[in-house]
């Protein structure tokens, strides 16, 4: 089975403007939750979706947005970049949310560069 | 709130030589541990967990965790490092109520030199 998949690999944008961040899930797994790794950091937890609903919600500012689509997939949307959102972006999915004991699988991220 | 500490930003050992990255927590409730790898540009890698039961859990690739209530800490540890175990490690804990959110520690950078 292929693990969890992100697309893009790298992005480059200017300040202000808009992107979207895509992550498939683990086949079998309804929960995707999204961190922002800033270079030199441990990951920071963003959102957490299950069955389409925001199950979780990090310190961060509405201009982070997500969604979840019927085949579990999900995008992460940020608005109004500014250069301190440069950073790797990791989905991660697991079964079921709220399983505290499940593990919690990585994809390789999107490279997020705002200039 | 929880958190996690790693309080070496960088572990050098020779390769042979046992090893041993640090980690402590600090949790209401009873907490879930995890270590995590990560090679350059790469996504987490999941190496083992802790979750009840024996305070010494065994992961891939030969590393190990100690549990360790009193002292609220779980140690990564492996008996004979190797140059390719040279990575960014990160151990992230879980509570109950908190959904699938993880809190992670800031990282720590094993350097295993030939």
């Known amino acids: 089975d292929a693990g969890v998949t992100q697309s893009p690999t790298h992005l480059i944008k200017t300040r202000g403007q808009h992107v979207t961040l895509r992550c498939s899930p683990i086949?079998?797994?309804?929960?995707v939750s999204w961190y922002q790794q800033v270079l030199g950091q441990g990951p920071q937890f963003i959102f957490q979706?299950?069955?389409?609903?925001?199950?979780g919600r990090g310190n961060f500012p509405d201009r982070f947005s997500a969604r979840q689509f019927p085949n579990y997939s999900s995008e992460l949307n940020v608005n109004a970049l500014l250069l301190g959102d440069s950073a790797l972006y990791l989905c991660?999915?697991?079964?079921?949310?709220?399983?505290?004991?499940?593990?919690?699988?990585f994809g390789p991220g999107t490279r997020l560069t705002v200039l | 709130a929880q958190s996690v500490a790693q309080p070496e930003d960088q572990v050098n050992v020779a390769e042979g030589n046992p090893l041993t990255v640090k980690c402590t927590y600090s949790v209401s409730g009873n907490p879930y541990l995890f270590w995590y790898v990560q090679y350059p540009n790469r996504g987490l890698q999941f190496l083992l967990k802790y979750i009840t039961g024996d305070n010494l859990v065994k992961g891939s690739y030969g590393f190990e965790a100690e549990f360790n209530k009193s002292q609220t800490s779980f140690h990564l540890k492996k008996p004979s490092a190797l140059v390719s175990d040279s990575a960014l490690y990160f151990c992230a804990v879980r509570v109950r109520g908190a959904g699938n959110m993880l809190t992670f520690g800031g990282g720590t950078r094993l350097m295993v030199k030939p």
């Open positions: 086949s079998g797994h309804k929960s």
């Open positions: 991660a999915s697991v079964g079921l949310a709220g399983a505290v004991t499940d593990t919690q699988y």
């Open positions: 979706y299950y069955e389409k609903e925001e199950r």
